[in-house]
């Protein structure tokens, strides 16, 4: 079991940029595959990144391709969201996700989640 909080998140003017961060508890972090996922008022989770357990393959949400990067360090059993060019659509709660195994794109595909932390993206 992992569990996981997220940071970073805050206000920031458009064309900005923001880092978030992903603590997880646990020795077995680098079994996880691991994604950010965002939830915007009245709207659904979406699908932000993805990153394998070893760092290696990395997978975007066209929303945000060329200008998120997702990385991980399993040494420091984190991993990070930097998102550039933050755009007023970017705005949501941002969350972690983790599984066993290989990395998916879907929600109901991941069995541990974090709290959140806000992102607010202002014109």
Do not use: H
């Amino acid at each position: 079991q992992v569990q996981l909080r997220e940071s970073g998140g805050g206000l920031v003017q458009a064309g900005g940029s923001l880092r978030l961060s992903c603590a997880a508890s646990g020795r077995t972090f680098s079994t996880y595959s691991m994604a950010w996922f965002r939830q915007a008022p009245g709207k659904e989770r979406e699908f932000v990144a993805t990153i394998s357990r070893a760092g290696i393959a990395t997978n975007y949400a066209d929303s945000v391709k060329g200008r998120f990067a997702i990385s991980r360090d399993n040494a420091k059993n984190s991993a990070y969201l930097q998102m550039d060019s933050l755009k007023p659509e970017d705005t949501g709660v941002y969350y972690c996700a983790a599984r066993a195994g290989l990395t998916r794109i879907g929600r109901e595909e991941y069995d541990y989640w974090g709290q959140g932390t806000q992102v607010t993206v202002s014109s």
